[in-house]
Antibody, heavy 122, light 113 residues
């Protein structure tokens, strides 16, 4: 059974940093691109960042470029999101989503985790 | 970025009746080299993550009931639930993945009448 379990969310002050993790199991991790998608409270879905199977290709939405960095450790079946310079508008549930196939782009997302909540507030 | 616009924002349908949700993209998501529409539909129930229902606009994901179907091409797409069941109450999102960044519609809330 495919499982994606996020962790690392918490309350942080504006300008602060957090590192989110997503632990994957039930499938061959390095056969899939991976993504972070966020959902502000009561709002819709926004893709944040993606990474291909070996970390050689990444992408981010413009609003997080220069602040967020996605990475992965295939030996540990884990996906990460380093978040720096956090802003109030980054407050959201951050969900880990698996790509269909090895890329992060040009594919749908076939499995999702439950998410980890990030709150940016003074 | 491609803007995805869903209609209606909310919809109330009786049990056993048909539900239809529309999704329009600001530019075509049909990739000419493989003739595929890069369009997916997701279902999100309260307190749960999204679940993939349809990909390539009309391919049903494994395990999804056949009352769910997707259609359309280019810029106009439809998700149809042929006979609404109580467990289908949820918010539905379309997503394009033809260009970067992938973008989602604003969601359509489906309720029981």
């Amino acid at each position: 059974e495919v499982q994606l379990v996020e962790s690392g969310g918490s309350v942080v002050r504006p300008g602060g940093s957090l590192r989110l993790s997503c632990a994957a199991s039930g499938f061959r991790f390095d056969d899939h691109g991976m993504n972070w998608v966020r959902q502000a409270p009561g709002k819709g879905l926004e893709w944040v960042s993606g990474i291909n199977w070996n970390g050689g290709s990444t992408g981010q939405v413009d609003s997080v470029k220069g602040r967020f960095t996605i990475s992965r450790d295939n030996a540990r079946n884990s996906l990460f999101l380093q978040m720096n310079g956090l802003r109030a508008e980054d407050t959201a549930l951050y969900l880990c989503a698996r790509s269909r196939g090895v890329n992060w782009n040009y594919v749908d997302f076939d499995y999702w985790g439950q998410g980890t909540l990030v709150t940016v507030s003074s | 970025d491609i803007v995805m616009t869903q209609s209606p924002d909310s919809l109330a349908v009786s049990l056993g009746e048909r539900a239809t949700i529309n999704c329009k993209s600001s530019q075509s998501v049909l990739y000419s080299l493989n003739n595929e529409n890069y369009l997916a539909w997701y279902q999100q129930k309260p307190g749960q993550p999204p679940k993939l229902l349809i990909y390539w606009a009309s391919n049903r994901e494994s395990g999804v009931p056949d009352r769910f179907s997707g259609s359309g091409s280019g810029t106009d797409f439809t998700l149809t639930i042929s006979s609404l069941q109580a467990e289908d109450v949820a918010v539905y999102y379309c997503q394009q993945y033809e260009t970067t960044p992938p973008t989602f519609g604003q969601g359509t809330r489906l309720e029981l009448k």
